[in-house]
């Protein structure tokens, strides 16, 4: 593992991190938080997916989350959102797609499939490398994130529910198999049968009988995606009469951006810290 | 005053704002945030001086000062550090001078005095054009920054006791006339006297007699600029036996960056709303 920066910020270490990734098939960056009590003992982790066109680098500068996780002890990992790197498949002019763009999923079509296993790495790999080279408590994982990466969030919250204990999301995308900015991306990278596409829909996912104890969803009613690529009343439909618990906020006057996360953000770390113990 | 984006952020409103500028001579784009407490009645308001190469946007995404600000009820307004444009006169390859390096200071110099008048434009102008647009009480006054912007507080602060209420810094440069990374520019800026570099010196000042109650300094001992270009200790040794008040707190492990400056900006807000009723 190759380090990037290493910064004190709230008493504990803002890094970033770079090494060379199996699943994604080339090098891949991070960032992470330590807490200052990670000197002392082990803490909870929390991953946080960033959205389109972001890298770990948007929330780390953006987000606001240092503070409250020194408060709180909680090691905040933040990856990239896609394979990188001049061999990587892209589609230079459209930012729904190709870098920026991995959807956390693992592509199964040509050309994307060589690099584009964001799932693979997420949840995989990444844990891995993390449980490794940092002071992290895998017995307490939780798991959030913003727009796609609150998708990616909710959608590996519910097919990893022995190993994730908490997931939140702002304005995530909960239905990409049917959102204006993912249907094109899905099918060039899973392919023209949506059968394929339905474990990474968090609502076909709870439809298909996937289960999680609850989501915490903050969404802003100002953001201009939230009507044909967000729809969070899609997910509290899919969620009826199953036992998942489910606590949508819906807050006048915010937009999509990191000013809309970083207000809510303390909150966030709060609904993971009291289900991470 | 023309108006490049509003936002929703804890409670409030981050704006961003152009404006023609007769003391630059161009046009100016500053930030502002304007807490809840801003609908109800008129609010202390601080100013935010950024550091060399930073235009008003860096502490906007990277300060953290929001929360703080929402719950203060402060008015948090963040300048440019120079003036802009394609007729202003820079130095492409030099950081440390014109563009992002106008050091708060009205230049005397040709080519520089066409445009470089940021001292006149942060006491003069900007203040009326917020008291116009904004619900300010400008009997409650603070203002702070950070590096070369800490040197830009600290001197108006300095030589403006009757309007300024309040003033803090992190790591500034406390004598630009002999510190590595200015003295290049004063000479350009301000000519070859010495003498006219005095009043944008915060030591000079102090020895020269100006007076202002109490500094609050955070410094942290890993900045690499500590030695050469910010030396808190010379301000110390400036004060000493005068009166003011200085609470100089050095840092183990802190560098230079915004990681710094967002880990002490709550402290920096609380002492302002302290000493602003």
């Given amino acids: ?35 200052p009590q990670a000197t002392r003992e082990p803490r909870p982790v929390l991953w946080y997916l960033s959205g389109l066109t972001c890298t770990h680098a948007n929330v780390m500068e953006k987000g606001e989350y240092r503070r409250m996780a020194a ?16 061999d990587v498949a892209d589609e230079l002019t459209n930012w729904q797609m190709g870098k920026g763009a991995g959807f956390y ?11 584009y296993r964001m799932y693979s790495y997420i949840t995989e790999e990444l844990p891995a490398l993390v449980r490794e080279h940092f002071r992290v408590d895998m017995d307490r ?24 204990r908490s997931c939140s999301a702002f304005a995530p995308i909960v239905a990409p198999s049917s959102a204006d900015w993912s249907v094109g991306a899905f099918e060039k990278y899973l392919g023209a049968d949506k059968a394929a596409w339905r474990k990474y829909d968090a609502c076909a996912l709870v439809e298909d009988g996937a289960r999680f104890p609850e989501f915490l969803i903050d ?9 044909n690529g967000l729809r969070p009343g899609l997910f509290e439909a899919a969620v ?20 809309f996360i970083s207000t809510f953000m303390d909150d966030h770390l709060r609904w993971h810290a009291d289900r991470l113990g």
């Fill in 1 to 35: 593992m190759k380090i990037i920066s290493q910064t004190t910020a709230f008493g504990g270490m803002q890094g970033v991190f770079a090494h060379e990734s199996t699943a994604c098939n080339g090098e891949m960056t991070f960032a992470v938080y330590v807490p």
């Fill in 240 to 259: 009826k009469d199953t036992g998942i618990g489910l606590t949508l906020r819906m807050h006048e006057r915010y937009d999509h951006s990191y000013y």
């Fill in 105 to 115: 999923l693992d592509a199964t079509e040509a050309p994307w499939a060589e690099h």
């Fill in 141 to 164: 994982q939780g798991i959030f994130g913003h727009s796609m990466g609150g998708h990616g969030a909710m959608t590996i919250a519910l097919r990893n529910p022995e190993r994730l």
């Fill in 219 to 227: 969404q802003g009613k100002a953001d201009g995606f939230l009507d």
């Fill in 71 to 86: 408060e709180l002890g909680l090691i905040v990992v933040c990856p990239d959102t896609s394979p990188r790197g001049a």
